[in-house]
């Protein structure tokens, strides 16, 4: 099977997103090939390279998303007349809003804004193919000006009413960026191995939503290739968070900052929404890391249908070491390990740990990790001057350690080389966070078989399921009792690190991801069309790059001569009935 594998800001670049996760997945795979199409997020990431790609990675395409060069394609009167079209419409749309709860399908009048908003797409990307590109047509005048006609439109959000002249020119801006991936030449119709475009692929795999998964959204509408759409972190989320917050890190202008104008905010928040409604419209698949995302998703117009929860997969054997030996931590050694930023918290975890101390003296508290860009290392450096406030260096008394009873530190450095040795460290492992995602942390943790406690942000409940201890953010004395309780109990202790570390085993490791991607990608390449732009060396189309018994263990000819021998007549020899693949009685019947 060849996937297109679909990412942004991601695999392969090195300093990419979610790169741990795809690598492991496409080298889990061996036994499919695939293509890669990336788009990077900034300079600096192009410069730092790739990571070294398995033999099964055939192809790999780039494309930049914080620059666009003029493309010199100069529009006739018809083209001209057919852009303007598609984008009033589109524009029109974002004006008449976009969040979640207009996306999702609440009745025929969201069911025609989203057809609607996707004609417009599609339109302006059939334009760009037969032209050879947008990028001319969307920094246009023209383009400016049918914003601030759709603004100016009757039953307009009030807001985008209120746009100025340099509002219309950011949103413009803005929306070329967004619609980049539209101009790219990965839409051709030439299949077959030789084939460099999306036509010659089985199933298009997109990492992320937003920009990831436009390139497949148009291989799905110019070619019929089934859509797969993964997200870990719901895109959408991600845009409204950073759209109240700082700029974006990266530079590639994407997303408004809180600085940009409501104006500005509110078209790119109605765009983000009316896209992401579309992906999960289009997707023949969509796997959430989580339940969190799930919800997500949904309140945002997925099809409870199409959800299939998939748990990213960890390296439990980093950790084997540690979940297997006895546990000899310091039982007196509270962990915390992560990214150092506002949102872990680490504020109220200080405070909890200085009643923790009251309770018992012997009590250490560990705080793992780097600050995360410039706003993380200042907050590090703020909890760094409160641990030293709140526990002076204790040189007297009955359980005197001559130093404060809290260290700072990162992986790598002599008092926590690894990981593992970090969680092997401590008797209970803490996450204080405010917000949260997937908890990698308490995953981690867990495979080491340590007793947690967490906040009830994000995933943590789904994730620890039972075998951890889970308290309300920002609640220092439920922190500090919830700690102090688990210090005082070794034996409970040792029942939920061990329950947590089955836990983590079954369903959390790399394994149990791969397989269950395994079977998505045949599942729904089973249900697809016979491609018409794949052919085999005959001329004929075929459904699969590589046939799917040829995957099967096992020597097919010592089989059949074996049988031959022991059965008289010949006859067709294949597994038994029962184990046939779905998949391949469809390749067959195809």
């Known amino acids: 099977m060849r996937i297109g594998l679909l990412t942004e800001g991601g695999y392969p670049y090195v300093s990419g997103d979610a790169g741990v996760w795809c690598d492991r997945l496409v080298r889990g795979l061996g036994q499919h090939r695939f293509d890669v199409y990336a788009l990077s997020r900034a300079e600096h990431q192009e410069e730092a390279g790739w990571v070294a790609l398995p033999p099964q990675v055939g192809r790999v395409r780039t494309a930049p998303l914080w620059r666009a060069e003029e493309d010199g394609v100069a529009y006739g009167r018809r083209a001209r007349r057919r852009f303007a079209e598609c984008y009033e419409e589109l524009a029109a749309v974002l004006c008449e809003g976009g969040s979640p709860e207009a996306t999702a399908p609440a009745g025929v009048g969201a069911t025609a804004q989203a057809d609607r908003f996707a004609n417009a797409l599609y339109g302006l990307a059939e334009l760009a193919r037969d032209e050879g590109g947008l990028v001319g047509a969307l920094r246009s005048e023209g383009a400016v000006r049918a914003l601030e006609g759709a603004c100016r439109a009757p039953g307009a959000l009030r807001t985008a009413r209120e746009a100025r002249v340099p509002d219309l020119l950011a949103a413009a801006a803005h929306l070329e960026r967004a619609l980049r991936p539209l101009s790219l030449d990965w839409y051709d119709d030439q299949g077959g191995d030789e084939g460099e475009g999306l036509a010659s692929v089985d199933l298009c795999h997109a990492t992320s939503g937003g920009a ?25 989320r991600t845009h409204y968070l950073s759209a109240g917050g700082p700029p974006s890190p990266t530079g590639d202008g994407s997303m408004p900052s809180a600085e940009a104008a409501p104006a500005v905010r509110a078209l790119l928040a109605a765009f983000h929404g009316r896209l992401a409604a579309e992906v999960y419209r289009q997707a023949a698949c969509v796997t959430p890391g989580n339940a969190h995302a799930r919800r997500w998703q949904e309140r945002c117009g997925a099809d409870r249908a199409k959800l299939r929860t998939v748990y990213p997969g960890m390296e439990a054997s980093r950790f084997a070491e540690v979940g297997d030996a006895p546990d000899t931590a ?14 872990k918290d680490l504020v109220s975890l200080l405070h909890a740990f200085a009643e923790v101390r009251k309770e018992e003296p012997r009590a250490r508290l560990r705080i793992v990790g780097a600050g ?3 706003e993380g290392r200042a907050y590090l450096g703020h909890c760094r001057m409160l641990a030293a406030q709140l526990f002076p260096d204790e040189a007297d008394g009955p359980h005197c350690v001559g130093d404060n009873p809290v260290s700072f530190a990162e992986v790598g450095d002599p008092e926590a080389p690894t990981l593992a040795d970090v969680y092997a460290a401590g008797a209970v492992v803490v996450l204080s966070s405010v917000v949260e995602g997937f908890p990698v942390g308490l995953v981690e943790a867990m495979f080491c078989g340590r007793a947690t406690v967490s906040t009830d942000v994000g995933a943590v409940v789904e994730v620890i399921g039972g075998t951890g201890l889970v308290v309300p953010p920002r609640n220092p004395r439920a922190l500090a009792e919830t700690c102090g309780a688990l210090l005082r109990d070794p034996e409970r202790r040792a029942r939920l690190g061990a329950a947590a570390r089955a836990r983590a085993l079954e369903l959390f490791t790399v394994e149990q991801n791969v397989a269950a991607f395994h079977g998505i990608y045949l599942e729904l390449v089973s249900r697809a069309p016979v491609s018409p732009y794949v052919f085999d060396d005959d001329g004929e189309p075929r459904p699969f790059a590589v046939p799917a018994e040829a995957r099967l263990p096992g020597l097919w000819i010592d089989l059949a001569a074996r049988g031959a021998a022991r059965q008289g007549p010949p006859r067709t020899v294949g597994p038994p009935a029962r184990e046939a693949s779905p998949v391949a009685a469809t390749e067959g019947a195809r």
């Open 372 to 374: 995360a860009g410039a």
């Open 212 to 236: 990831a998964a436009l390139p497949g959204l148009l291989a799905r509408h110019f070619f019929a290739v089934p859509l797969l759409v993964t997200e870990y972190g719901v895109r959408l």
């Open 330 to 343: 310091d039982p007196y050694t509270l962990v915390w390990v992560g990214r150092v930023e506002p949102a």
